[in-house]
């Protein structure tokens, strides 16, 4: 299985400020016939479903806000949210789905400083 | 707009089965493209896939390693629903599990979530 690890575990930011989670896939989730990067990113609040904010890595989904972006190729991936918002509070998920079983990182969470 | 609704116990006894349910709206279960599947997520597992079902010439389903023998997820096409049993349970199988729908090998769609809690 592919092992996804991110890190920090945790990190606290201040109102305005930006916010940067990374991911790393313990092989290359590049699939090179489609040249894209088979990595998505969850968002997920207490008390709701996980939500998708974005897959090949970096495509926002739909109704996503553009303060949510996504980066990195081959196993190195970086999240980041460019102003936090008090509503970004969550704990949020990398994942691959270029080989089965899907799996996610640990989780990050992120709260307000 | 594909919604999910999950229907089944929140409690559950060691050894017993747990059987949760996922009718679907704005889709079809036998949709061509689409894998219905369970996820679980809990403190210490964080987010966990555990199967899912889907159609293409046939009915198919695909197991995690990790409760492979336990588990069944089956499609019900006459009620466009599809479900979870997995058997001999024990409190480390206490989690919320979520029924979703993979598309493009991602999940947009997901159930409200049931809280299972493994205790006598």
């Known amino acids: 299985d592919i092992v996804m690890t991110q890190s920090p575990d945790s990190l606290a930011v201040s109102l305005g400020e930006r916010a940067t989670i990374n991911c790393k896939s313990s092989q290359s989730v590049f699939y090179s016939s489609n040249n894209k990067n088979l990595l998505a990113w969850y968002q997920h609040k207490p008390g709701q479903p996980p939500r998708l904010l974005i897959y090949w890595a970096s495509t926002r989904d739909s109704g996503v806000p553009d303060r949510f972006s996504g980066s990195g190729s081959g196993t190195d991936f970086t999240l980041t949210i460019s102003s936090l918002q008090a509503e970004d509070v969550a704990v949020y998920y990398c994942q691959q789905y270029y080989s089965p079983p899907r799996t996610f990182g640990q989780g990050t969470k992120v709260e307000i400083k | 707009q594909v919604q999910l609704q999950q229907s089944g116990p929140g409690l559950v006894k060691p050894s017993q089965v747990l059987s949760l349910t996922c009718a679907i709206s704005g889709d079809s279960v036998s949709s061509n493209g689409a894998a219905w599947t369970w996820i679980r997520h809990s403190p210490s597992r964080g987010l966990e896939w555990l199967g899912r079902t889907y159609y293409t010439s046939k009915w198919n389903s695909d197991y995690a390693e990790s409760v492979r023998g336990r588990i069944t997820i089956n499609a019900d096409t006459s009620k466009n629903q599809f479900s979870l049993q997995m058997n001999s349970m024990t409190p480390e199988d206490t989690a919320m599990y979520y029924c979703?729908?993979?598309?493009?090998?991602?999940?947009?769609?997901w159930g409200q979530g049931t809280l299972v809690t493994v205790s006598s």
């Open positions: 979703t729908r993979e598309r493009g090998n991602v999940y947009q769609y």
